[in-house]
């Protein structure tokens, strides 16, 4: 079986892009939930605009993949980009996240946006 490799110059873009905090956490988050904005504004108690900055990196990237529910976006790991292998390989080594989705879960907030 061949495996998918990509260009390093792609891959470093890649892990300087992970390398981020924020942008880790999402993905990781992303592994196993499928998010809006809104939950991350809350996750992270940051503003929308940061919070949609970093979604359109991950995005641009073709790391997060976006679908249409009505007004709202859902973002989702884009699990059939080239790059999924690298950052699943990487996401093993991550904590689980699942933890800040129950919290939402408990405050009511997940997504309450999209009800």
Request: proline share 3%; glycine share 4%.
């Amino acid at each position: 079986m061949l495996e998918a490799t990509i260009e390093i110059e792609r891959a470093a873009l890649l892990l300087k892009l992970l390398g981020d905090k924020t942008r880790l956490t999402m993905v990781k988050m992303l592994d196993s939930n499928d998010c809006c904005v809104c939950e991350f504004v809350e996750v992270f108690k940051a503003s929308q605009p940061a919070i949609s900055q970093h979604v359109r990196k991950l995005k641009d990237a073709g790391i997060v993949t976006e679908t249409r529910r009505g007004q709202w976006i859902i973002y989702s790991l884009d699990k059939s980009s080239d790059y999924y292998p690298l950052v699943q390989s990487l996401l093993q080594h991550i904590p689980n996240q699942n933890y800040r989705i129950k919290e939402l879960e408990e405050q009511g907030l997940r997504i309450s946006c999209c009800e």
